[in-house]
């Protein structure tokens, strides 16, 4: 059974690198297999994982469409299909499973390129079902999201166990996480539970945070501190995986992570 976590939150909050150390923990706890997604058309996951990307799932999407239009051009496939009877279903399969990055720590698919103008509509459909077939072979899948979650049920999943939404302590990005937790019940997303973690804390939650924390009504999972160590990794540009086991930023992760899952004890 695949348990699937996917962040969200506003811009610069730091959403990839708890998507990194959640990676982490899974990956020493020996959970299960896991598969990473940056759907952030960024795409720099792969660098938090010390992973290389060559190409991107929007890269395979472009293509496909480049694909369907000159056919359509060429006056031969009807509604647009390929030459050679191959389905829109059966090329993205197969080329999602070839750009499927497969590392050491765990395996990446990263979505890329965001899409250009004209209707995406049925590629998504294909791209969505792809993804989710690909899924169910891993115990666990993190999903590293660009700011909102719109994008999830058009292109990555409807399904989706944990959302963890992440804010810096700012009353932004607090205003960014209650609007996204207000999102979910009007997509096409079944959640079964949203969380808020507080991410580069300085000392103790302040007073005015911790009031409007209340307010959102999103269960507060854990506070993540602001870190030398860390940001010595990130500005650069080192794997975040990296960060060492007694990091207090490493520590806070885990103990969120372990609340999150309730793993068996070993």
């Known amino acids: 059974m695949t348990t699937t976590i996917a962040l969200a939150g506003k811009g610069g909050v730091g959403k990839t690198t708890i998507a990194a150390l959640m990676i ?56 647009g299909s390929l030459p050679g009877g191959v389905t829109k279903r059966e090329y993205l399969d197969y080329h999602i499973r070839v750009s499927l990055i497969e590392g050491d720590c765990c395996d990446l698919i990263a979505m890329g390129r965001p899409e250009g103008p004209g209707c995406y509509c049925a590629v998504n459909h294909n791209l969505r079902e792809v993804i989710d077939a690909i899924s169910k072979n891993y115990a666990y ?32 990005g607090l205003v960014a996480a209650g609007r996204i937790a207000s999102f979910c019940s ?10 808020l973690v507080l991410n580069r804390l300085t000392g103790e939650v302040p007073a005015p945070i911790h009031d409007q924390v ?27 995986v990296a960060l060492g086991d007694e990091s207090s930023v490493y520590r806070a992760v885990a103990a969120f992570m372990e609340r999150l899952l309730d793993p068996p004890t070993t």
């Open 24 to 79: 982490k923990y899974l990956l020493k706890r020996r959970l299960g297999a896991v598969l990473a997604i940056d759907a952030d058309p960024s795409t720099n996951l792969n660098i938090a994982l010390g992973m290389d990307v060559e190409y991107t799932v929007g890269d395979i999407r472009e293509g496909l469409l480049t694909q369907v239009k000159g056919s359509l051009v060429a006056g031969g496939a009807a509604m």
């Open 141 to 172: 899948v993190v999903i590293d999201n660009e700011a909102g979650i719109e994008h999830l049920s058009r292109r990555t999943t409807r399904d989706v166990d944990q959302l963890v939404i992440v804010s810096d302590p700012s009353y932004r």
């Open 186 to 195: 009007d997509l096409d997303i079944r959640i079964k539970n949203a969380f």
């Open 214 to 240: 209340r307010v959102l009504g999103i269960p507060l999972l854990g506070t993540v501190p602001a870190d030398e160590e860390l940001a010595n990794l990130e500005s650069n540009g080192s794997p975040l």
